[in-house]
Each structure stands twice: as C-alpha cells, then as structure tokens.
C-alpha cells in the first residue's frame, strides 16, 4: 500500500498553510519505500505521497507530474490491466512502466468517464491546473481508503487515512457524538461519516470533484 495526502482550495482563494513533512511521517508506514511533494504555483493543490514499491521499482515514484505541471496523479493500489490499457494510448508519452501513469491519458481521452475502464484496487487524485480542478475517485468495492474534509474559506484536504488530515494542520480532531452512537449500535460508523466531525469516507464507486469556484460535487460511477 502506499499514502495520498493533499489540499486543494478554489482559485483566488486564501493561501493556507499546509506542511506535507508531518503528513509524510505518519504515512510511513504504508509507503516506507520513498516518497514525493508537489506544490501548485499558486500553493493552490498540493500533495504529498509516500510509497510501498512493488511495480516499476526504479521510474514508478509519485506524484506523478505531466506537462509541465498542468496535471498531477497520486493513487494508491494497482490497476490490474494497466497493460492493456498503456497498449489502447500508445501515443502517449509515458515517463514510467508502472501501473498508475496510464490514468493520464485516460482522463484526456475519455474525461471523469476513464474511471469505468479502470480495473483494480485504488484510491487516486488528479488533479489540472486547467480548469484548476480536483478529481479523487475511490475504486469500486472501496479496498483502498480516502477520507476528506472540507477547508474554511472553500476547498477540501484528503489523505489515505484520518490522522494524515490532523497531521497537515487544517482539520482538528473533533468527535461527532451522533457517529459514535452509529457505532455503539452497530459496531462501525457507516459511511460517508467517521467519528470525527467533518471527515467523510468517500464511498466505495464513487467519485468527488471539486471545481475552481468552490463547488464540489459526488456522484456514484458504479453500482
């Protein structure tokens, strides 16, 4: 397994401040093989990865940064027909032979839509100076995890797991009493809540896109 973390805010919005040092650091454990930062320009998105290496040991690092920085991918899991996929956009100017990179050219080619030809476990984060907008999509049986919260002031902070957002200095730990008596009757918290207050799993199918003027929609790619 490896780690996502990031925040993304609407365009012109406050730069916030968001060290990726510490969110690394509690994600080690998933990704103790290495790891990558990437900030936008305008501190707008940025991201931080830490990385367990199984495929394409020596150019599969993250984020995954394409023309120039126009777009950025992060994902955790593994596309199992990664190859087929690489085989479908031949034209495409790979900088890796891992599993994650095909997404890119998918996303071009097909839009929020190059999620139903994905195969595989995964949590990922695209994210496109152009339109400067968020996509994280979750796969479709939700094996690997992505909980977010919404920013004051707009935007959102995601990561593979709860303390990664505590660990960025954004979002305080705060019990939500109504999730914990979810949990007392029923042994888990059912999703899209947690027990904290304002951190949603993102469910299992579905996709969250957040825009450039602060809108942020879900909707559900596969039942």
């Given amino acids: ?38 900030a936008s320009p305008d501190k707008c998105f940025r991201a ?11 150019t599969g690092d993250q984020p995954i ?41 998918l996303a071009t080619r097909w839009g929020e839509d190059f999620v139903h030809r994905l195969n595989g476990m995964y949590a990922l984060a695209l994210w496109q100076a152009e339109p400067h907008r968020l996509i994280l999509v979750r796969d479709r049986l939700g094996v690997k995890p992505l909980y977010w919260a919404r920013l004051p002031g707009g935007g959102i902070a995601f990561a593979s797991e709860i303390k990664a957002l505590f660990a960025g200095g954004l979002v305080a730990p705060a019990v939500d009493e109504t999730a914990v008596r979810a949990y007392l009757t029923h042994g888990y918290v059912p999703g899209p809540r947690t027990l904290f207050a304002g951190i949603e799993k993102l469910p299992p199918g579905h996709l969250l896109r957040a ?13």
Wanted: proline fraction near 7%.
């Fill in 1 to 38: 397994m490896c780690g996502i973390a990031g925040l993304f805010v609407p365009r012109g919005a406050r730069v916030l401040d968001w060290d990726p040092a510490p969110v690394q650091a509690v994600m080690r454990h998933r990704g103790p093989d290495g790891g990558g930062q990437f």
């Fill in 48 to 58: 931080a990865f830490t990385r367990l290496a199984i495929i394409d040991l020596e």
């Fill in 65 to 105: 940064v394409a023309e120039g920085g126009a777009r950025v991918l992060l994902c955790n899991g593994e596309i199992y027909n990664y190859r087929e996929l690489r085989a479908d956009e031949p034209d495409y100017p790979y900088r890796t032979q891992g599993d994650a990179e095909v997404v890119l050219p």
């Fill in 211 to 223: 825009d450039a003027d602060g809108g942020i929609e879900i909707r559900r790619y596969w039942r």
